[in-house]
């Protein structure tokens, strides 16, 4: 079996490093902060002490970190891994990151003689714990298959997309059907609440209809209660929604009602909903329209 | 078993029908052009000549029409069946109207002594035909729950959203979410485009995320060919859209997204895409980025 | 000189029946609450006591009332006053009404005998003071014409657009351009405070440039200041806002901004600002991002 | 007098130089394309061949160029004129180009010991040749006042709006302020177009309104006769209102209309109408709203 570096042991790449330990990958995990290492170790996994342990003489290297500038220093930074490097290793990351950013990587790869995949994944933390996230790549066409195996311990689809950055292109796609749903969402039930219609009934409704998603069903307590424990912060939605809106002005997306949307996760954030969930943008909505926390 | 008097033997109605007879409810339909009529009755549903006979002696009489205009005219129009309506029959409208609408004709049935009931639908046509719709009800609380065997036959679930007008109030809800729901997945798909992302692969991508629903299956085969075959015509989205933004004009909801949406649903009606499905906005967004049908 | 009555001695209308009078025209004037007649009088216009005095045996009767309910009712209400006017008298609407609203009287008039003109303004009071308002007239051009006399005794400027009702779409068309400026100079100077400009200097830079207008002139102080002494109600702009998008969806024009726009201006009145200044679309705008009241 | 170095004999350029030589300054020019130059030295200017020779020796050295990579180019590129400047030569760039480039060139010039001021002007060509520019100014305070006279020359109007970064971030304000504006106009038209009114006369009533604009008046003609020979490219605009919504993404603004109106720029654009002027957006919309050229 393959050997794996793992590095980013948070909400999602624990979980995703435990599955491919499960399915029989030799792995060895890293995170900046230890305390998230011991209840790995204490499961199996090999557990490195620096940057340079988890990269060495693996087959694969796995990155999974909160945003395009941790992986930037953990993969090219003072220290960076690209240093210790070599092919054949090749080099996935998985973090959510800007189609800018997985272009870059991927060229400084290259240019130290490395492959690099893009395959950032769609799906919670949930996900990465039953192993059901779905993949999606970009890079070498066949260099990403020929780590199919190593996917598939972690989700339940891999879907491949073309040349590197297309997997974080995906990945922004996929986002703003989120974000614009999370709006529709919170717009039928202003509309429903300025009707004097029961929210709870509204959201069973919308559970029973054609446009029932699990993502509706994640976020149904939350609307309901107007309490916003943060699965998808935010501000990560927000960030998001405004890097999909950067990329629209390079390429001449017309996307009107994500504009639009955008502007109320951006009042939500200037009203201290950064940390909530993302469905806060429901109260914010709420908010301008009048109505009252119960 | 009650004896039930249905008018409006169109798509939607005439599956209806059929499950109440199946159901073993004493079915008689009407309908104005009388071709449609033919196959109910060699399924041994009875068959009336004229308004008068459908409605006579029936314990409850079902409405299913295509918009206010003709509910209106069958109801309180010359020679409505409010006239020859009485009570304990109930009458039932299942029709997508207005609030407005289901409040007035309440009010006129009323003042004839009649019980009137809005219980419009959520579901397709083959909903229809699978005895699974949603039934949204409003109207006098008691006299609803009388009937509730009836609407069983028909539909998986039955909510009872309050007064009259409370059951077309949630259909609107419900079809806000629709609207902007195809509005998501078109800009998604837009972006993606945009991305020279394999349309394919991203609509299988949405249906593997937590974002994937029923509605977004019934659509895909139209948006991978760009052929829009009316399920749900644009034109009555783009209609109830408008009646959504009139009744947020007197509430004072706040809808920025379904605002920027109906402009996108207005042109693809000004391009004359009005007898296509909804999903066609898609290719109005499409023109608007640029991309050229391939 | 003509004989004129003229209904509605408001903010409005008294200025421009004393300008009437000033120019030696025979003003006989009228209006419900009493006390606003006293000033008048004393300046040697006539004072009706009743709605048929001031109708009878005039050239040309003018009414200038605050909405579309208000003329209504002076017109073809409860002894309205449709039925004491007689041809040749000319009735002339100078409210701002729906183009229905003009439309339906226009058409009642006609069934009585008498010919009705729409002729909306714009301009403030100020400008009904010094008689430079502009006239926006809709109906029979050849009656239009012949009391262009009367018009240019309170205007600079009358312009003729059309059959019945067209007066009243041009007062829309000029109220959209009012309420989008109003919206762009509010998100201009919402960037401007993000970026820590003087917001003095920002609104005398916009008085020095291309777009500098009086409108701009007129919200300057207010904007300032955040305080919003109501010349223009931001709830009379939020009305004709919606009826514009109204108008919009019946006649499918394609209205972005307008539609965004009307979205602040409606969180605005959920935010107790109705009775302010439309000027006050400004503080919702800053709230929505975040600053402070200084 | 002072002595001036100008660099870029654009159509804001020379007649902004041409006004310094007036006014009894001692100015030297620089165009890359040398046929500019001609006619400015028939009139008495100094020509220079080299960068080196239009900055060496002057007490103000002036760049008036396209765009933020020719300003760069310029300034901190192969062979700039950061390189040759020497204190208390001051440095002046009046391009219009982002609050970023402005802060980074005037990073770059202090630590080479030069003093750097961004003062981008708020005007057309017409008023560089009037001498009624706008001058917006930011940087060192005392070092922008020294100058005073050279501004005065060229403008009507000068404002200081603080730090290096200032002049740019307040040049994007108002440039805010005319995209939306000139969204506002052509929505009003388009509503008016819908209703049938006459273009002229609505343009017309337009500049006797209290919104008219000597920017209204500058694009009449164009929006009449639906031909837009550009004064302002749209492709400007367009690239403007994202470097706004980029800025806003950053500091939290919420612009509705702002983001409403790029998108009809965006689809503009698609359609192929980057060169014209900005007043195409109105075609756009128009498109949208199926009305077709007359």
């Given at each position: 079996?393959?050997?794996?570096?793992?590095?980013?042991?948070?909400?999602?790449?624990?979980?995703?490093?435990?599955?491919?330990?499960?399915?029989?990958?030799?792995?060895?995990?890293?995170?900046?902060?230890?305390?998230?290492?011991?209840?790995?170790?204490?499961?199996?996994?090999?557990?490195?002490?620096?940057?340079?342990?988890?990269?060495?003489?693996?087959?694969?290297?796995?990155?999974?970190?909160?945003?395009?500038?941790?992986?930037?220093?953990?993969?090219?930074?003072?220290?960076?891994?690209?240093?210790?490097?070599?092919?054949?290793?090749?080099?996935?990351?998985?973090?959510?990151?800007?189609?800018?950013?997985?272009?870059?990587?991927?060229?400084?790869?290259?240019?130290?003689?490395?492959?690099?995949?893009?395959?950032?994944?769609?799906?919670?933390?949930?996900?990465?714990?039953?192993?059901?996230?779905?993949?999606?790549?970009?890079?070498?066409?066949?260099?990403?298959?020929?780590?199919?195996?190593?996917?598939?311990?972690?989700?339940?689809?891999?879907?491949?997309?073309?040349?590197?950055?297309?997997?974080?292109?995906?990945?922004?796609?996929?986002?703003?059907?989120?974000?614009?749903?999370?709006?529709?969402?919170?717009?039928?039930?202003?509309?429903?609440?300025?009707?004097?219609?029961?929210?709870?009934?509204?959201?069973?409704?919308?559970?029973?209809?054609?446009?029932?998603?699990?993502?509706?069903?994640?976020?149904k307590d939350s609307l309901l209660r107007e309490e916003y424990p943060a699965a998808f912060a935010l501000k990560h939605m927000h960030?998001?929604?405004?890097?999909?809106?950067?990329?629209?002005?390079?390429?001449?997306?017309?996307?009107?009602?994500?504009?639009?949307?955008?502007?109320?996760?951006?009042?939500?954030?200037?009203?201290?909903?950064?940390?909530?969930?993302?469905?806060?943008?429901?109260?914010?909505?709420?908010?301008?329209?009048?109505?009252?926390?119960?």
């Amino acid at each position: 079996m393959k050997k794996v570096g793992f590095i980013g042991m948070g909400m999602m790449g624990a979980p995703m490093a435990l599955n491919l330990h499960k399915a029989g990958f030799d792995v060895t995990v890293y995170n900046r902060s230890k305390e998230r290492l011991q209840p790995l170790k204490e499961k199996g996994l090999t557990v490195a002490e620096t940057l340079v342990d988890v990269v060495k003489e693996k087959d694969v290297v796995i990155t999974m970190l909160s945003n395009d500038e941790a992986v930037k220093e953990v993969v090219t930074g003072d220290n960076g891994i690209i240093e210790y490097i070599e092919a054949p290793t090749i080099l996935v990351d998985m973090s959510t990151v800007s189609p800018d950013t997985s272009i870059f990587l991927a060229g400084v790869a290259k240019e130290m003689g490395v492959t690099m995949i893009d395959a950032p994944v769609s799906g919670s933390s949930n996900a990465a714990e039953n192993g059901t996230l779905v993949i999606l790549g970009g890079g070498d066409k066949q260099v990403f298959e020929s780590i199919g195996d190593v996917f598939r311990a972690m989700g339940k689809t891999t879907l491949y997309f073309g040349e590197n950055g297309s997997g974080s292109k995906a990945k922004l796609v996929i986002n703003l059907m989120l974000g614009i749903t999370m709006q529709g969402i919170s717009e039928s039930l202003v509309l429903a609440e300025k009707f004097f219609l029961d929210r709870g009934l509204v959201l069973e409704m919308m559970q029973q209809a054609a446009v029932a998603s699990p993502f509706l069903g994640f976020k149904k307590d939350s609307l309901l209660r107007e309490e916003y424990p943060a699965a998808f912060a935010l501000k990560h939605m927000h960030k998001d929604l405004g890097l999909i809106l950067g990329q629209a002005r390079e390429n001449g997306s017309v996307l009107p009602a994500t504009s639009a949307a955008y502007q109320s996760y951006t009042a939500a954030m200037n009203h201290q909903m950064e940390d909530m969930d993302m469905a806060a943008v429901f109260s914010e909505l709420l908010q301008q329209s009048g109505v009252e926390k119960k």
